[in-house]
């Protein structure tokens, strides 16, 4: 019998355990490890910050912000588009100053808004792995009539692994600081932004663009409000993606051994191995922005003097926040800015109505 362990043993430790993670983690399938899924959300997210303002520039640009007669066209903006159409690296030093004087104070608010808005992303990564294996061996003995015996055993094993944190960004620091230089001018974002992966999502590009350009429309153009739809509640926009990649492999390899004499012998052995794997990734998104400066804003853009050349005051956000604030919510802990603070809220108040509806009776 001695011969069948070794057999069984030999083919199960080379056949089965070396798929197995002890730790599973989503470079051992994809091959990219959770600083760089971060880094490329992030990186993302930045592209869409700089797609928006470019957007918000050709707009002022038209004349449409402001009312300006049929025909005619802001030049600063214009000027602004043309320069950074043709360096789009200058657009990291973009700010509401390069709209100076009276004339511009209500793009300047709307500048500043958008900078300070915060960006939460919340990462919920579910990781599962299955290593089952079955084997089984068929004993004959060549007498009359023929004797045989089966033997069968099995191993199944199951590992997991729940990993959740949150990052916090404002479209300002995203835009300014993000991809700064490092000492050996390697950047942030380089070799970042690729296209969608639909093996594995989380790894590429996910559709951050059109979160980011609805919250901004939103925010400037369609009186977005707080969750709660509250009065002076904080603009919020939240996007739950989840991702769920599942992978499997089953096999049944034999051997059959040729007959040599008549004692008893291993006739054949077949080894039955099931590999699975699922990846559920989650990231919430959240975006939101401190109220200061929401209501003077708007009440130009929705004025019906908008166009005939007065100024409605209105008080200018500066775009320098307090930071160090931490929120402890009841799922989600994270915190900035105030704007950044507001985010980690929405995706917390997101979280909570989940964890709500999966609570049984």
Same mark, same amino acid.
């Given at each position: 019998m001695s011969l069948i362990r070794r057999i069984l043993t030999a083919t199960i430790v080379s056949a089965g355990l070396g798929g197995c993670a002890i730790h599973p983690l989503p470079e051992q399938v994809a091959g990219v490890d959770t600083p760089h899924i971060v880094r490329q959300i992030r990186c993302e997210t930045r592209e869409a910050v700089k797609s928006t303002l470019m957007d918000f520039l050709a707009f002022i640009g038209s004349g449409l912000f402001a009312r300006l007669p049929e025909g005619v066209r802001d030049p600063v903006a214009? #000027?602004?588009?043309?320069?950074?159409?043709?360096?789009p690296e200058l657009l990291d030093g973009f700010n509401s100053s390069l709209f100076p004087g009276p004339k511009y104070v209500h793009e300047r608010e709307a500048i500043d808004l958008l900078l300070k808005a915060g960006a939460a992303y919340t990462f919920d990564f579910n990781i599962y792995e299955d290593n089952n294996i079955g084997a089984s061996v068929n004993l004959l003995r060549d007498i009359n009539p023929n004797f045989t015996a089966g033997i069968n055993g099995s191993a199944?094993?199951? #590992?997991?692994?729940?990993?959740t944190f949150t990052v916090t960004d404002t479209f300002g620091y995203l835009l300014a600081n993000l991809d700064a230089a490092a000492p050996r001018g390697i950047r942030y974002c380089d070799g970042q932004i690729v296209g969608p992966n639909y093996i594995y999502p989380i790894t590429g590009r996910v559709g951050v663009d059109r979160t980011v350009k609805d919250f901004s429309r939103l925010l400037l153009f369609g009186n977005l409000a707080g969750k709660d739809g509250k009065a002076g509640a904080a603009p919020t926009m939240t996007d739950d993606l989840i991702f769920t990649t599942t992978v499997t492999l089953e096999g049944t390899p034999k051997v059959v051994f040729a007959p040599v004499g008549t004692l008893l012998r291993v006739a054949d052995a077949s080894l039955d191995l099931s590999v699975g794997r699922s990846d559920k990734h989650q990231v919430t998104i959240g975006l939101a922005v401190d109220v200061a400066g929401v209501d003077s804003l708007r009440g130009f853009l929705f004025s019906a003097g908008r166009g005939s050349g007065a100024v409605i005051a209105g008080r200018r956000a500066t775009g320098r926040q307090p930071v160090g604030m931490l929120y402890a919510g009841q799922r989600v802990t994270g915190g900035g800015t105030p704007s950044e603070v507001l985010a980690v809220i929405a995706i917390d108040q997101q979280k909570s109505k989940e964890f709500r509806l999966q609570v049984q009776p």
């Open positions: 214009d #000027r602004l588009v043309a320069l950074y159409e043709q360096q199944n094993r199951r #590992r997991s692994n729940e990993r």
